[in-house]
T-cell receptor
Framework: DAKTTQPTSMDCAEGRAANLPCNHS???????VYWYRQIHSQGPQYIIH???NNETNEMASLIITEDRKSSTLILPHATLRDTAVYYC????????????FGKGTHLIIQP | NAGVTQTPKFQVLKTGQSMTLQCAQD?????MSWYRQDPGMGLRLIHY???????DQGEVPNGYNVSRSTTEDFPLRLLSAAPSQTSVYFC??????????????FGPGTRLTVL
């Protein structure tokens, strides 16, 4: 699986959009970009994934650059409950083994 | 659905003791995995299974055994606990088929301390 690079921490004001970047310059053509988050002391939670097109669901939007070497997770209206560690993971879809987690980005939503 | 359940939530062991961490899922998922998470770190894969009777090693398998006798259960065994195994353990499952294989579901974790 390709390696990802994320900032260690970020702050965002409540009600504003939180934009979390991820670099994955060695991504292969068949690898997807997945985002998970982990709220303190809980198990990780799936947010969204994509291959090359931008994706949106009820939780977030995922913007992948045209060369696929980086992506941005967008939480459109951040709330205090969005304070968590966000993990960007690159892997082939359908693989039987587990996910490779880095240290992620600690997003802190400020009131 | 209860999703992925883990027991116990907390456990303290002495060095050399053995124990089994339990994991169960009621979503009929083929794939199940065990991870450990040390303070300030991401999760690391210990063992995984693609179905009943089939298991394989992950990134950090030493000191742990697993078995998968049913689709629902995937216990993790520590045969002789060591302080280095103090960690939070997460179990996860996901479907192998179609669009459902995108999302991995995690349990609430077991916090293990080995003295």
């Amino acid at each position: 699986d390709a390696k990802t690079t994320q900032p260690t921490s970020m702050d965002c004001a409540e009600g504003r959009a939180a934009n979390l970047p991820c670099n994955h310059s060695t991504i292969s053509g068949n690898e997807y970009v997945y985002w998970y988050r982990q709220i303190h002391s809980q198990g990780p939670q799936y947010i969204i994934h994509g291959l090359k097109n931008n994706e949106t669901n009820e939780m977030a939007s995922l913007i992948i650059t045209e060369d696929r070497k980086s992506s941005t997770l967008i939480l459109p209206h951040a709330t205090l409950r969005d304070t968590a560690v966000y993990y960007c993971i690159v892997r082939v879809q359908g693989g039987a083994d587990g996910l490779t987690f880095g240290k992620g980005t600690h997003l802190i939503i400020q009131p | 659905n209860a999703g992925v359940t883990q027991t116990p939530k907390f456990q303290v062991l002495k060095t050399g003791q053995s124990m089994t961490l339990q994991c169960a899922q009621d979503m009929n998922h083929e794939y199940m995995s065990w991870y450990r998470q040390d303070p300030g770190m991401g999760l690391r894969l210990i063992h995984y299974s693609v179905g009943a009777g089939i298991t394989d090693q992950g990134e950090v398998p030493n000191g742990y055994n697993v078995s998968r006798s049913t689709t629902e259960d995937f216990p993790l065994r520590l045969l002789s606990a060591a302080p280095s195994q103090t960690s939070v353990y997460f179990c996860a499952s996901r479907s192998a088929a179609g669009a459902e294989d995108n999302e991995q579901f995690f349990g609430p974790g077991t916090r293990l301390t080995v003295l």
